[in-house]
């Protein structure tokens, strides 16, 4: 199934789900799968909903990433209402001993994105170097792909 995600930017900070599991602490972008019905975007404003709890406004494609023989798409977006940290999506309730480990929304500082085991890192490694010009918008003039690569998202 694809998947998308959004990138969410504020005060020099990156919207990240902590991941705990099997022993491992790790982040990746808020995300899911695209429902039946559902195209990306859509997908991309309703898990911010659900894993962050903000509703956003997406302004455009920032990363396409190929992994597993499955599309996700990542969107830059601007938080537009809500309040972050009371996402109510199923998985944010996933306790850390579970075979899924735990889900926490956390603001990530943008010079700390690759030292927080974002993924996927080549996005990360992006998203730090953009961060670094100050220039979010930057990334909607030239969409990453990425294709598999070897660490989990």
């Not at 670094?132 to 998202?153: G, K, Q, R």
């Amino acid at each position: 199934m694809p998947r998308a995600g959004v990138i969410l930017v504020e005060n020099e900070c990156v919207a990240a789900v902590e991941r705990v599991r099997s022993g491992s602490r790790y982040h990746v972008l808020p995300g899911g799968q695209v429902e039946p019905g559902e195209d990306y975007v859509d997908a991309a404003v309703r898990e911010a909903a659900e894993e962050l709890g903000v509703d956003v406004r997406v302004e455009g494609l920032v990363a396409v990433v190929h992994f597993h023989g499955r599309e996700q798409r990542y969107f830059l977006a601007r938080s537009v209402g809500g309040r972050f940290g009371t996402g109510d999506g199923p998985e944010m309730n996933s306790p850390v001993d579970s075979e899924s480990g735990s889900y926490r929304a956390v603001w990530l500082p943008t010079g700390f994105l690759l030292a927080a085991d974002l993924r996927p890192r080549p996005l990360a490694e992006r998203l730090q170097e953009s961060a670094s010009l100050s220039s979010w918008h930057s990334l909607l003039a030239d969409p990453l792909v990425i294709h598999e690569w070897a660490t989990d998202l």
